[in-house]
């Protein structure tokens, strides 16, 4: 008897798929709602990204010295706080030619763009460094990173309350948002009478009252008392320093790059609260099912937005807890919104990693949070975590997927063959093996393959071998 394939025909290898694959492809044929266009005026991205690297060059100087003086994951580099030891610091200054201060400073503006990153005593190339010089997108978010952590990057006034600092930071996005409506210099009275504002209606918005006998009067909080003049030209000062605006002579004005991170923001913003699913309003399930018919680069805006909207800590709690449920899909789905969160969800990722059902999807997230490439992160996998995350994603793609997508997945198995694919499938014990052992064998074109992988599925079901 003969077929047209022989029984042990060799699989073309390809490297494996992230998971997130298989709903990426489910998910193509929706159309795509024409991206709005940035005010007139407006420069070009490429030039957006001159400016940002023009503004970045000291910082990627410093990473890049990094990169090559220390190595990657060099030692010492650190001092436990994200910031240079002192030895290092000195190497720096006398290999640029700069002061210990200013390698400082740009070492912390490096940081807080991504194009370097610190664990503990050891620091790495940010993968934004990699791609500074051929990719405008990244030099882009990188700024914009900086953008967000304004208040991180000048220092704060010392001799203020720390809870009218926070109110003058929660306030400036509406600053902010004024300037760029108003496309020009803005006295930095208006801006004071702005700013006053909206801090008396954060004050109001958190202001209730209790219920039943109240103690004593106490004395009003400091922050109620503090003149906000000082720290109004604190955090012009500071979005000054990043980049986002000018500011003398009683004024201030955005610069390009300032006036387009803002209106990204406030799209953002806007995309989110339009969303047909509500997926910012939603818990992370919903979110997820909701981000499954977007496109990738949609989906991270989303899952942005709905980070943005929830403490971190208690989002990375919902979105662990939907990858535990049975629908792989939304399991891919979760950790690509945890790789939107970075940094902040590696412990909790850290202790998933011992769970079989997420154990596999654990290891890669953390592989490339430790600079490993998304291409070669899957060599972290053994080769049963390997072939177990091969019939979860096959599960995502027999249930939402189409029988075509279902055939092409097969390429994607570490196996050189049918048969030894089909044996350690059995063997890995995934609890979706049969269903989608069924599923590729109605879907497989080839009839000795189909029956094959039917037999498969029978000595599964019933436990014989």
């Not at 060059?57 to 706080?81: E, I, Q, T």
């Not at 934004?128 to 304004?150: I, K, Q, T």
């Not at 971190?312 to 979105?319: I, Q």
Request: hydrophobic residues 45%.
């Amino acid at each position: 008897m003969t077929s047209r394939i022989p029984r042990d025909s060799r699989l073309r290898l390809v490297r494996p798929r992230p998971l997130a694959a298989a709903p990426t492809a489910v998910n193509q044929r929706r159309p795509r709602r024409p991206a709005p266009r940035p005010p007139e005026g407006t420069p070009a991205p490429a030039e957006l990204a001159r400016m940002a690297r023009s503004h970045l060059a000291a910082a990627a100087r410093v990473a890049r010295w990094a990169d090559v003086a220390l190595g990657p994951g060099s030692d010492g580099a650190g001092d436990g706080k994200a910031t240079l030891a002192d030895t290092t610091a000195e190497r720096a200054a006398g290999d640029l030619g700069l002061t210990a201060v200013q390698v400082r400073a740009d070492w912390d503006t490096a940081r807080l763009a991504g194009l370097v990153e610190v664990h503990g005593d050891s620091a790495r190339p940010g993968w934004r460094l990699r791609a500074w010089d051929r990719d405008d997108s990244a030099v882009l978010r990188g700024w914009v990173a900086l953008f967000d952590a304004w208040s991180l990057a000048y220092p704060e006034p010392a001799d203020h309350e720390p809870a009218a600092v926070a109110e003058v930071v929660s306030a400036m996005p509406q600053v902010l948002s004024f300037l760029q409506l108003s496309a020009g210099p803005v006295p930095v009275e208006q801006l004071l009478d702005l700013l006053e504002q909206r801090v008396t209606e954060l004050r109001t918005e958190r202001c209730e009252i209790p219920y039943g006998p109240q103690p004593e009067p106490v004395e009003p909080p400091r922050s109620e008392d503090t003149p906000l003049a000082p720290l109004l030209d604190w955090a012009l000062h500071a979005l000054a320093s990043v980049g986002a605006l000018t500011y003398g002579d009683g004024h201030a004005t955005l610069t390009p790059l300032g006036s387009w991170a803002v209106w990204v923001k406030l799209e953002q913003i806007c995309v989110a609260a339009q969303s047909p699913a509500g997926n910012i309003e939603a818990v992370a399930e919903e979110m997820l099912r909701g981000c499954a018919q977007l496109r990738p680069n949609a989906a991270r805006a989303e899952y942005r937005a709905w980070l943005a909207a929830r403490p971190v800590g208690s989002a990375v709690t919902e979105l662990i807890a939907a990858a535990r449920g049975d629908d792989a899909l939304l399991r891919g789905l979760a950790f690509e919104a945890l790789r939107v969160v970075g940094a902040p969800a590696e412990p909790d990722v850290r202790a998933v990693a011992e769970e079989p059902t997420l154990r596999p999807y654990a290891l890669l997230w953390l592989a490339e949070h430790d600079g490993a490439d998304a291409e070669d992160a899957h060599e972290v996998l053994t080769r049963q975590e390997a072939t177990w995350l091969w019939v979860d994603t096959a599960a995502a793609v027999a249930d939402h997927g189409e029988a075509p997508m279902l055939v092409r997945h097969l390429e994607s198995a570490v196996q050189p063959t049918v048969p030894m694919l089909l044996d350690e499938v059995r063997a890995v014990g995934h609890p979706r093996t049969v269903q989608v052992l069924v599923a590729l064998a109605a879907a497989h074109p080839d009839p000795a393959l189909a029956k094959a992988v039917r037999r498969a599925a029978f000595q599964v079901h019933t436990g014989g071998s």
